[in-house]
């Protein structure tokens, strides 16, 4: 999750056919041998073309792909002046609290979403980055 003037970037996923058209935090599956900040790190440069800190949890762990794997997500700060771009999604979008609902999330995403203003309402304007 990337945070910038109390707006969250919100990612339109290209792929599957299944998830196209619903939206996401960039990110992508640990590989063996990562850590999930090495493997966010990665994601990050891959599909938004920035350099990251991976900061603290947000949200709970929310189970996928009935147990097999965990969606779990972190606040990074976006390092060096970088600006992400859609390098693999097809659209991007930063969202403030109120705009949370105007895209079709994820399933999985929604009880972390849920918790979005209250922790924007506490970042203040300035946000993390
Ligand atoms: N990145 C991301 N994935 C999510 C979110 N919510 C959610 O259900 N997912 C699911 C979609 C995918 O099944 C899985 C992430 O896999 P992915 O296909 O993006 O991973 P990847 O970048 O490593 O892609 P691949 O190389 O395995 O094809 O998690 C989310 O908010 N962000």
């Known amino acids: ?12 996923r290209s792929a599957p056919p299944e998830a196209a058209g619903r939206w996401e935090f960039p990110g992508g599956k640990v590989e ?9 790190a ?14 603290a949890r947000v949200g709970p762990d929310v189970p996928l792909a009935h147990g097999r ?6 606040a990074v700060t976006l390092l060096n002046g970088d600006r992400p771009r859609a390098l693999e999604h097809s659209a991007m979008r930063w ?16 009880p972390i979403v ?8 506490a970042l203040g304007p300035e946000g993390l980055a």
């Not at 945070?3 to 339109?12: F, M, N, P, S, T």
């Not at 794997?69 to 972190?74: G, I, S």
């Not at 849920?114 to 309402?121: F, G, K, Q, T, V």
Request: glycine share 6%; proline share 6%; aromatic share 4%.
């Open 1 to 12: 999750m990337i945070v910038i003037d109390g707006r969250v970037l919100a990612c339109e």
């Open 69 to 74: 794997a965990v969606l779990r997500v972190y």
């Open 114 to 121: 849920a918790e979005l203003p209250r922790l924007l309402a």
């Open 95 to 110: 969202l403030t609290a109120g705009e949370l609902d105007s895209v079709p999330w994820l399933p999985a995403d929604k």
């Open 42 to 55: 990665r994601e990050c440069a891959e599909e938004l073309g920035v350099r990251v800190r991976v900061d």
């Open 32 to 40: 063996p041998g990562e850590t999930d900040a090495q493997a966010l």
